[in-house]
Every structure is written in C-alpha cells, then in structure tokens.
C-alpha cells in the first residue's frame, strides 16, 4: 500500500502545489475565510465527499467511508485562517490582499489536507472504518475556530476515536517529520487593560493622576508575577506588546491602554496566576490614584499529545521515512487552538520541516518573508495519510 500512496501523491502533486498557490494568494483573517471556505468545499463538491459547513462559522467536516465505516474513525484536521502582515516576498502567487498574509502555514496545511483527501476518495474501497476531514478557521484569534467548532456540534454525528493535525516547520528541513509526546505548547491568555485617571498639562503633575506612570509601573510590577510569584520550575511567560498612551509630550493622557500575552504549561498556575495579575494591575493603579479595567478572557489551553498515539505516530512516520528523517521536538511557549481537541479526544500534533536548501535564510513564522520549500508538501500530504492509513489498519 506504500508504493500505491506514494503514487496517488505524484499523480495529485499539482493539484496540491495549484490549491497552495491559490490559497496562498487569497489570505482571509481569522473569521472572515468566507472565500476559502468556498474554495474548499468546491474542491470537495468536485471529489464528490460528503460535508457540512457553516460549523461554528466557516468551519468545514468532510467526511470519508471505507468499508465498515464504524470500524475506526480517524480525524484529520488543517486551520485555513491568515494573519495581518504584508507580505515581502516577491512570488507569482504573492498574496493579492493588502496586509493579509498567509504567514503561518495555514494554507499549506489546507492544501495537504486537500490532497490527503483525494489519496483516501480513491482508496475508499481498500480499507475499513472511517476518514473525517476538519478545515477549521480562526486558529490565530481567540476565542479559536476549534473551541467553535466544538461548540457547535462538530462530532455530534460522528465520534473520532483519534485526530491528528500537522503544522509546517522552518526550523527543520524538507522530508523530515518531528514528534513529541505530553505537553507540547503552552496555553494563551490574552490581557487587554484600560487604565483610567485624571489627565491634564504633563508640566503640572500635581494636578493630575499620571494614567503613563501608572501603566508603566503596572508592567514593571507585574514581572514579580514570574521571579516571584511562580514556582521557579513552572515555564512561564508574560509579554506585553502594546502600551497607547495617546498624550504629547506636555499632554497626559485620560487612559491608557496595555494588551499581552501570558502563557504557561500548567492548568492549575494559570488559574492562579491570573488572580495575581488582576490583584497587581488594580493595587497598581490604585497606588497611583487611577483606576483599571482588566479583561482576561479564557484563551487556549495547553497542547497535550496523548503518549500511546503519539508514540504510535511516530512509528508510523518512521517506517513512512526512516529513522534518520524523525526528529524530536521541544516544548514551545507557542500555543495552538488544537489544545481544546487535546481535552477532548486523543491526538497527537507533529511538525513536517518546510526548510529546503533554496530556503535556508526564509524568513520564520509570522514574518514577512515566510515561504516554504514546495516540495516539503510531499511530506505534508504522504506523512498525513500514511499515519491515517496505518491507524485505521491497526
């Protein structure tokens, strides 16, 4: 069956290079993928696979029978969302909407789904149980496609026994594969802040409550939240990345508004620690006779990988590309919306290295000048259905 896989992988190669550059080209924010959405289930519409959209927004379940179609039912899933970057890289399929950039991967993981998808609708009849094909929006933003799609109902038909879902690599090269099992990425919770005082002539300080100081010691303040206050042990991060202080330099403002980021591994420290930060923020502010609004809305939980699958996983690929193509992965203080699937269901989240030899100065995730070794999609599409293959085959 390998050498039939690997030869279904040759035959759709353009389709999934074609389906990447389209999508590619065409990036949509998280929540807006309605012209990806379309494009997606066209393309399923055209294999003749069975779907249902709409699911928890523009989220797509296509789905895949095999003989004894209750046997097993394997999951499979791939994030179609863009982020707001301007892309600066000069490529014919660059993308064509201004500040929306595909810079995390996200449409090379659709394409690969897409041809994984085309290898199982032509061997429909060669194995048992069942294939389930999840495009999911809204990975980069909070509250998360997968946390929607969950909520909506998403396997209120059809029950997964395990799902596994794959993300692009630059730090490793084309034709390798990397695991790791338990905790894999962090959660993520958002801090949004609105400190509010009395404003006025920054040349008459005493006048005013200086909404700047406060907002610049609250940051200071909170990093005791990680020397201090977290067990030395525990990984742990605090950022924040945006302070608008919309004054001038004799002119202090009436509020000011702090966002970032706190991340960490351990469920029972995140409960915790969000107390302290409320409780800092606040005696902070108050010390500076100001005032603080403080949203911490729930964000996304760790990536856990279930041990027996991810073990098995990495079996799988080993035997898909040899020992010497399987890498090991670190702990990444990175998150991933996937973790609300890792609560629920058995799966396991591995990396496929995009970093071919033409590409080894291309720029990282998120950036600007992200692009992959196209031919690292081969991996993308053969190790994805070779693991689906060999799990249903048990």
């Not at 039939?4 to 190669?13: A, C, H, P, V």
């Not at 909070?142 to 692009?168: C, N, S």
């Not at 600007?368 to 249903?392: C, H, N, R, Y």
């Amino acid at each position: 069956m390998k050498t039939k896989i690997q030869s279904l992988i040759t035959i759709n190669r353009d389709y999934v290079r074609d389906c990447y550059h389209h999508l590619h080209a065409h990036p949509e924010l998280s929540f807006q993928e309605f012209e990806t959405a379309t494009f997606i289930q066209n393309q399923l519409i055209e294999m003749k696979i069975s779907f249902r959209s709409g699911i928890g927004g523009n989220g797509i379940l296509g789905k895949i029978e095999g003989k004894n179609p209750s046997k097993r039912v394997v999951a499979l899933r791939a994030d179609f969302d863009a982020l707001p970057v301007s892309e600066n890289v000069d490529l014919p399929w660059k993308s064509m909407n201004e500040n929306v950039m595909h810079a995390c991967g996200h449409d090379v993981h659709t394409a690969c789904l897409l041809g994984v998808a085309k290898i199982f609708n032509e061997l429909r009849n060669e194995f048992e149980g069942t294939v389930l094909l999840i495009f999911q929006p809204g990975e980069e933003k909070a509250p998360g496609g997968a946390r929607l799609m969950l909520e909506a109902g998403l396997f209120d038909e059809i029950q997964p026994d395990l799902i596994l879902a794959q993300h692009v690599s630059v730090d490793f090269q084309t034709g390798t594969m990397g695991f790791l099992s338990g905790k894999i990425m962090a959660s993520a919770d958002e801090i949004h802040v609105k400190i509010c005082g009395k404003g006025g002539h920054g040349a008459l300080p005493h006048l005013v409550n200086d909404t700047v100081l406060a907002a610049s010691q609250t940051i200071v303040s909170l990093q005791q939240v990680r020397s201090r206050l977290c067990h030395p042990l525990t990984p742990m991060v605090l950022t924040f990345g945006k302070l608008i202080a919309d004054g001038a330099t004799n002119v202090i403002p009436n509020e000011v508004h702090l966002s970032g980021t706190f991340r960490t591994f351990d469920e029972k420290w995140r409960i915790e620690a969000k107390n302290h930060i409320i409780r800092i923020i606040t005696e902070t502010c108050a010390a500076n006779g100001c005032t603080a609004e403080i949203k911490i809305p729930d964000g996304y939980p760790c990536v856990i990988n279930n041990s027996e699958i991810t073990e098995k996983a990495k079996e799988f690929a080993t035997d898909w590309l040899g020992k010497q193509n399987i890498v090991s992965l670190e702990m990444r203080m990175t998150s991933e919306d996937f973790g609300f699937f890792t609560q629920k269901y058995p799966c396991t989240f591995f990396r496929f290295g995009v970093k071919g030899e033409s590409n080894a100065n291309t720029g990282g995730l998120h950036s600007s000048t992200f692009q992959i070794d196209e031919k690292a999609m081969e991996t993308g599409v053969g190790g994805m259905a070779w693991l689906a293959w060999s799990f249903l085959n048990e």
